[in-house]
C-alpha cells in the first residue's frame, strides 16, 4: 500500500543548529514529494515540493530537500534553525499523474531551544 | 494573498447531532478537499471535489458524509448523524489543478468535537 512514514515523532534542536527531517515513501512509482508545516493553531503551509529533475528542492524559509530515490527518502533540512521555526512539519505524496490525493506521513513535532 | 477561509474554527456537538463546516476556496481553483486530523494521528485525507461531483473518497467518507458546493464560493462538510470518533481538526483545501501534483492551499481548520 502506498504510504508515508516519518520515524522522528519528536525532535528537539538549539536555535542554530542544523536540522534534519526524515520522510520515507513507500509507491510503486516515484510519487511528487511535499513537505508542509503547521504551526499551532494554522493551517498547513507549504514549504517545498519535488515533481521530478533536481534532486535538491529549495523551499521558503531557507529549507531545502534532498530526494534519493535509492533509498524512498525526502528529507528536509535547515542549516541553521530559528525559534520561530518550531512546529510540526509533515512529509506528504500524490502518485504521479494520479489525482492529487495526499497522503500524509505522522509528522514531526520541532521544538527549538534558545 | 488569497486564502481559503473556514468557518466556525471551533464546533462543539452533541452525538447523533447533523453539522455543517463551511470552507471558502480560493476564488479561480477548481478542485476542492478536506481532510481530517484526529488528535495524534496523520493527517487523512476525506474527499476531493470537482465541477459539482466527487472525483475521489476514502474509505472514511461513508454516507454519513456529504460535500457541497452550495453557491459559487462556499464548499461544505455535512455530517449527518456525528460520532464521537468524528471528534478532529478537519481541513479544507483547494487546487487549480486536479492532477499532477498542483499545490494544495489548506485552510486554518475547524475543531469538532463530539460529546
Known amino acids: 500500500a502506498q504510504s508515508v512514514t516519518q520515524p522522528d515523532i519528536h525532535i528537539t534542536v538549539s536555535e542554530g543548529a542544523s536540522l534534519e527531517l526524515r520522510c520515507n515513501y513507500s509507491y510503486g512509482a516515484t510519487p511528487y514529494l511535499f513537505w508542509y508545516v503547521q504551526s499551532p493553531g494554522q493551517g498547513l503551509q507549504l514549504l517545498l515540493k519535488?515533481?521530478?529533475?533536481?534532486?535538491l528542492v529549495q523551499g521558503i524559509k531557507g529549507f531545502e530537500a534532498e530526494f534519493k530515490r535509492s533509498q524512498s527518502s525526502f528529507n528536509l533540512r535547515k542549516p541553521s534553525v530559528h525559534w520561530s521555526d518550531a512546529a510540526e512539519y509533515f512529509c506528504a505524496a500524490v502518485p504521479s499523474g494520479g489525482y492529487n490525493k495526499l497522503i500524509f506521513g505522522s509528522g514531526t513535532r520541532l521544538a527549538v531551544h534558545p | 494573498e488569497p486564502e481559503v477561509t473556514q468557518t466556525p474554527s471551533h464546533q462543539v456537538t452533541q452525538m447523533g447531532q447533523e453539522v455543517i463546516l463551511r470552507c471558502v476556496p480560493i476564488?479561480?481553483?477548481?478542485?476542492f478537499y478536506w481532510y481530517r486530523q484526529i488528535l495524534g494521528q496523520k493527517v487523512e485525507f476525506l474527499v476531493s471535489f470537482y465541477n459539482n461531483e466527487i472525483s475521489e473518497k476514502s474509505e472514511i467518507f461513508d454516507d454519513q458524509f456529504s460535500v457541497e458546493r452550495p453557491d459559487g464560493s462556499n464548499f461544505t462538510l455535512k455530517i449527518r448523524s456525528t460520532k464521537l470518533e468524528d471528534s478532529a481538526m478537519y481541513f479544507c483545501?483547494?487546487?487549480?489543478?486536479?492532477?499532477?501534483?498542483?499545490?494544495?492551499?489548506f485552510g486554518p481548520g475547524t475543531r469538532l468535537t463530539v460529546l
Open positions: 476564488s479561480n481553483h477548481l478542485y
Open positions: 483545501a483547494s487546487s487549480e489543478a486536479g492532477r499532477g501534483g498542483g499545490e494544495q492551499f
Open positions: 519535488y515533481f521530478s529533475g533536481d534532486t
